[in-house]
């Protein structure tokens, strides 16, 4: 199994992993999970986190083939329109972001110019299917449960998990958005686990465990296996969904979901500009 060359890139503001993902041999690559900056306060977006990727890809000569989000993120704006427009590629995503679109704009009521289709994006991935990076191969696996889209990219010997695990002494994401389900988590998360022992798995996200003083975003399947909190070796479906639901419940909303997804299942571009010019996100009240 061919082994890509892989750079993280982090945003502690959204406790984000972004990746550059490439094949040594023909410099071309694959973006995955880009950060648009955003200030909730004042609504400005920006694009200084996105541009530290883009540096990195132009100054290591590196060609980009697709700009991929692994899921409709709750907890960042996704900046691959913007990488794109810099850096060439295809705009990716699961083939069921037209599930959480259906789902979502009906929440934010947008209107018969918004399209459920997945149009917005070039490229809908479907589950177990097989796509290039160079002369790398990788498989798109729909790994759904944290929401109905979720994707685990398989570049040679790296996945790259989206928010469906965490590091092993945090667990793994959680199910209680519109489309999540324990039983589906669960069932994904024994997907990846049956990947090879030294799978290298790349994270979306970090928390840092209690007792952890540094961030973190790989580890292995094997490492998973044996030690993930939540769903190691041994856990039944029945005992991951109960404790997943009765934890579910005590967590409080992402502070940037509803900009987000708005945001997201438009493949990172901004809501259309009203009569006045000027683009507006909707906060929908007491939906959520």
């Not at 009521?109 to 796509?131: P, V």
């Not at 160079?134 to 979720?150: D, K, Y």
Request: hydrophobic letters at 40%.
């Amino acid at each position: 199994m061919k082994r890509p060359e892989v750079r993280a890139f982090f945003d502690q503001a959204s406790n984000t992993f972004s990746y550059v993902a490439w094949d040594p041999a023909t410099l071309k690559a694959a973006v995955l999970d880009t950060v648009l900056d955003y200030d909730a306060a004042s609504g400005h977006t920006g694009h200084d986190t996105a541009d530290v990727v883009i540096a990195f890809v132009r100054e290591h000569a590196l060609v980009v083939e697709w700009v991929i989000d692994t899921h409709v993120h709750a907890d960042h704006l996704s900046a691959a329109p913007y990488v794109q427009a810099q850096l060439g590629g295809k705009l990716g995503i699961g083939e069921h972001i037209r599930t959480v679109q259906d789902t979502f704009g009906q929440l934010f009521n947008a209107g018969s110019g918004f399209r459920h289709d997945g149009s917005q994006f070039d490229h809908l991935f479907k589950d177990g299917e097989r796509y290039q990076v160079g002369g790398i191969e990788a498989v798109a696996l729909h790994t759904p449960g944290h929401t109905p889209a979720c994707m685990t990219h398989l570049i040679g010997d790296a996945a790259f998990v989206g928010d469906t695990l965490f590091m092993p002494d945090y667990g793994t994401a959680r199910c209680d958005f519109p489309g999540g389900d324990a039983h589906m988590l669960y069932r994904s998360i024994q997907k990846i686990f049956a990947l090879p022992d030294t799978m290298r798995i790349f994270l979306c996200h970090d928390y840092k465990a209690d007792g952890r003083d540094v961030f973190a975003n790989e580890t292995t399947v094997a490492v998973q296996r044996a030690e993930n909190i939540h769903v190691h070796q041994g856990i039944s479906e029945d005992d991951f969904v109960r404790m997943r639901t009765a934890r579910d419940k005590t967590l409080s909303m992402p502070k940037l979901i509803l900009p987000s997804v708005q945001v997201n299942m438009r493949a990172g571009h901004l809501p259309p500009a009203e009569d006045n010019g000027v683009q507006y996100l909707k906060i929908p009240l007491n939906a959520l």
